[in-house]
């Protein structure tokens, strides 16, 4: 049986981009309260937006190095229950926060050790691409190769620089359980598409692109 691979939109900062990922088919949002991003948003915007989200559309909340107390604050007050921890978090972190779904990120560069994942038990893990001093949203690719042969407990998310153009090659050379977009289906640093939004979509959608499940 065929199953389309699923997406999450990332770095949403309005109500008009967040309605319009869902409409194309986004499974998740992810909101970056991150202070340092472009892609930044109030947890008071958050709540308003949710708040306006159809059913089964899963409200991710960006962190990078942000203190326990903070980002349960920020959960608490948004209604958020998935979190993704973008920055050097410890696998010890993790733990303390595990009645919430998380996803652990890692940027990927040719030194790194694949060992330092199965320290964390975390729900999916997401790969992305290295870049000093941006934690995430370069808009870059990292070699997709270096995940053939490794060996995960928990699905994994593809991130960094996919776009139209090589989602297919992506979802060719590696079988992840989800994709995460950001700067592809951008105006501008945290302003979406909608006409990027939807080609990208078409793209994933096709025949020729579908994952094996």
């Not at 991710?60 to 920055?87: M, P, S, W, Y």
């Not at 729900?123 to 995940?147: R, S």
Request: glycine share 8%; net charge positive; proline share 5%.
């Amino acid at each position: 049986m065929a199953e389309k691979v699923r997406v999450k939109i990332c770095g949403i900062t309005n109500k008009e981009d967040a309605l319009s990922a869902v409409f194309y088919g986004a499974s998740a949002l992810g909101f970056v309260f991150y202070k340092n991003s472009p892609r930044f948003i109030s947890p008071s915007r958050v709540r308003k937006i949710i708040e306006q989200l159809p059913p089964f559309v899963i409200p991710v909340g960006v962190f990078v190095n942000q203190k326990e107390g903070a980002i349960r604050d920020i959960c608490g007050f948004t209604h958020i229950h998935t979190i993704q921890l973008h920055g050097e978090e410890t696998p010890q972190s993790c733990i303390r926060l595990k009645d919430y779904t998380i996803i652990k990120g890692f940027r990927i560069q040719d030194s790194f050790d694949f060992n330092q994942v199965t320290q964390y038990n975390v729900d999916a893990y997401l790969f992305d691409a290295y870049q000093e001093n941006i934690p995430g949203g370069t808009g870059k690719t990292f070699p997709w190769e270096i995940l053939n042969g490794q060996k995960f407990k928990k699905p994994f998310i593809l991130a960094g620089g996919l776009n139209k153009e090589n989602i297919s090659q992506a979802l060719k050379m590696v079988s992840p359980y989800a994709v995460d977009i950001s700067s592809a289906v951008e105006k501008s640093p945290g302003v979406k598409d909608a006409r990027l939004i939807r080609e990208f979509f078409d793209t994933l959608n096709s025949e020729s692109f579908l994952n094996k499940g």
